[in-house]
């Protein structure tokens, strides 16, 4: 279905710099874009782009619309506008699709009649599934877990028992919820396993990238915030509490107990290690590893900078010789501050 | 089913300081338990939950006596205790479910009749499942595998052929063991697959976490000793050897042909080069890069400090100076050598 | 199938030293060989294997045949003919075995009659399969797949909407495909949700190890060249381009919009920033972390040593210091420069 940029524009809080009337009906990237479709702009590293899109119009800041060789819709956020212009031209078709006959539901499951579930997916007793929500291919969900309203699962998704999903959640394949936290007590060498007894509460607006995982709590819960965005590959470990609308990026490891504020950032492969507490508005860079609390905002971070192996295997040496060269440069300046007061 | 604090002393080997008729149910955190439960108490970190606790007892070290506001147990390792108590208060109830219609089993899989199978599993040709062994929904275990007694496999997990999996495993959803491993022959810049014609042999009470993957060997096996413990996504390549009774947390990588000793514990994000031989009883911290063998037991680390971003910014771009800096310092002490000289 | 040692040396286009008429049935490493069996030999690192050997023969090279205590292959690089040599005689049994009863088929898919899918598997509208196929129990393809021929599935592996997949791809269990890229706009402090328009393009004679993750494209797509090898629990994130040849190793991530060139290596753990360029024939050590573009071929390395954890720790906290050391030893610079022009 396509929209003018009249409608787009008020659809977004902006303001059409062009042909109002003019038709879109999809979004596409500067570079690909063809007629009757809209793109969006946000920095000099695509001006090349810009110049050269076929695109039949352009998000952009003010500050840009004079780059434009087409007409723009000029808005403060062009990327948070082309979110939701997109969002809108691109709705996915939710079609009820029912439940497949090759489903098998427990009993005691109360499933909503607008639910889809599809082909050889397993709900296990008194597991409640809200209205509108979408179980794609392959998940199993265990006993007494609660699933909320509008929903999506994708295709082998697993959920453990009493594991609860809030409202708009987007779950993507082979995310495992509710396995059990990696809990041991060591008797004279060998291990013995803690039970997990805690569950894994997950709340409204949260999605969870591809193939991560979220441990339940060992006696109280794991707890994933309102608005939480996990990408692919994380490990959430037992008892952690990650705060409303914090955003954690591929293949971050946070470990057991550990409680990351809201609106943090935390990029790529970044370890955090466990019984940490990690305040608001934090933001860790990629790869970096925290081991102490953090009680301050800001940006925090980790680690050596990329060389060319020879050079950089000059520094790796001396990295171990460290201590001892601040120990001569002490001793260095102690000399010539002796030799001075000579 | 409860227990009386006196039962559950004499089954951890403790002494109860305190109403030994006291009815306990069910284990919880001290912050969190209610009348009937017990909770541990390890160190002063929790001083205050432990005097506003609602528990009926607790379980506590002699040291700690004192300490406690209601009714204790007294042992040397209170964690390992609580482990104990948690487990027979919690036992999960073991009925046999049999094996579900869905399943697909082939003619020559030997299955015993103790087994609990669930929707939708595959066992391949000549697979083996020994008594009182439950697999979760999903699985797919391959050919001429053998599943040891009272284990225990979690939905989706994949098993690829011939892999072996030894008694009171728990293997949690999503882990793939006996994949192929990455083992290519570089033929004028395109890689070229050798086959990989080892299994993996997992010892006895084994627990692997969700999306964890073990690799087979490429002409010999992958071994996983008895009593490892894996956390969750980590990673063994083909031909690595896990010595007995080593644990291993999250999102740990293990390269090929490297054995691990026994009684070793690797932290979370390490990653262990190829080829290497750890002995046993080290210990690896949190995000270490182990590139050589280590021959003599204990802790090893690699890695440098979280620090506000522009404090270091200037430490990282130093890092690439520090030969530099070395030969600077060198030079300095020769000046001041030479001038004490003259 | 056994085969003389004249026939697998012209296979691999070597020359038989010793008996040409010896029968070989198999592979094995040098330990664990028996009569019947060839191996193949590399470095000095296994000298004492070769010299105790019990296979029939061995693949070395021309410098090494004074070793062989056995019948030898000579060749220039022993390890590809080993892998031309195994897969020869380790041919897998590619019977066609047709459609479980248990698949869920499209009526608009279209499957080549050579394709095998095993139980449980489910294939979405539109989606092609061709000739030689093989797809595993429990794997779920989405509308619009193609998957190319003599690709091979393993169980549970998942390819959402749209992903190509090349020919003679080996894809391993828990892979994902396709997925939904890590793609949200900030609204004061919440995400909106980027819809993922794009899809991925995986090349021929491409492998991907278990539980690999590769995200669609935001706009355009993420596109896999041919002849790329993924190790295990790789993240691929959208819009990523891999160039033909280029192998990575377990554990990596690499982030969204970069472009890693053609005929690299990256091994394990190392984890590859946003919207970088890294040029062909680049090889990446274990564990690095890459932050900016590269345009010159070569090896490239981040990080610290691994030390005993006491040393290690004065190193670690003399990195927080080492801009002010580096200050300090320029004012020694000085002071000294000084003195000697006094």
Redesign the interface.
């Known amino acids: 279905m396509s929209h003018t940029l009249e409608e787009l524009a008020a659809y977004v809080g902006g303001e059409v710099i062009g042909d109002k009337a003019c038709e879109i009906d999809s979004?596409?990237?500067l570079?690909?874009a063809r007629s009757g479709q809209i793109c969006f702009y946000t920095g000099s590293k695509h001006k090349q782009s810009l110049r050269q899109t076929s695109a039949s119009a352009v998000i952009v800041s003010a500050a840009d619309t004079e780059r434009s060789p087409v007409d723009c819709i000029v808005v403060d956020?062009p990327?948070?506008a082309?979110?939701?212009i997109?969002?809108l031209l691109?709705k996915p078709s939710n079609v009820n699709q029912g439940i497949?006959k090759?489903v098998?539901i427990d009993d005691s499951a109360v499933i909503d009649p607008s639910v889809s579930i599809?082909?050889?997916c397993?709900i296990g007793a008194g597991t409640k599934i809200a209205a509108g929500t979408t179980i794609?291919?392959?998940c199993?969900l265990?006993d007494g877990c609660v699933i909320g309203e509008n929903s999506c699962l994708?295709?082998?998704v697993?959920i453990?028992n009493d594991v609860q999903v809030g409202r708009n959640a987007?779950i993507?394949?082979?995310v495992?919820a509710g396995?059990?936290g990696?809990?041991?007590?060591?008797?004279s060498?060998?291990?013995?396993?803690?039970?997990q007894?805690g569950t894994v509460i997950i709340g409204d607006?949260v999605?969870i990238?591809?193939?991560t995982?979220i441990?339940r709590g060992?006696?109280?819960d794991t707890v994933i915030g309102n608005?939480v965005?996990l990408?692919?590959?994380i490990?959430i470990?037992h008892n952690v509490h990650i705060g409303d609308?914090t955003?954690i990026?591929?293949?971050v490891?946070i470990?057991g107990s550990t409680r990351i504020g809201r609106?943090c950032t935390i990029a790529?492969?970044v370890?955090v290690?466990g019984q940490l507490e990690i305040t608001d508005n934090v933001h860790?860079?990629?790869?970096?590893?925290?081991?102490?609390s953090i009680q301050r905002s800001?940006?925090?971070?980790?680690?050596?900078?990329?060389?060319?192996?020879a050079?950089?295997?000059?520094?790796?040496?001396?990295?171990?010789?460290?201590?001892d060269?601040?120990k001569?440069?002490k001793q260095?300046?102690k000399?010539?501050a002796d030799?001075d007061s000579k």
């Open positions: 979004v596409a990237s570079i690909s956020n990327h948070l082309f979110a939701r997109a969002s691109h497949h090759t098998c599809a082909a050889h397993v794609a291919a392959g199993v265990g994708y295709a082998n697993t453990y987007i993507h394949s082979g495992v396995s059990d990696f809990g041991m007590a060591n008797d060498g060998s291990w013995v396993k803690v039970p007894l607006d999605e990238g591809a193939n995982t441990d060992a006696l109280d608005g965005k990408d692919n590959q490990q470990a609308h955003a990026a591929g293949c490891g470990a609106y790529g492969g370890v290690l860790i860079t990629a790869t970096s590893t925290v081991t102490s800001g940006a925090y971070s980790s680690g050596t900078p990329l060389m060319e192996n050079r950089w295997h000059r520094s790796y040496v001396r990295f171990g010789q460290l201590d060269m601040a001569r440069l260095v300046e000399q010539l030799k």
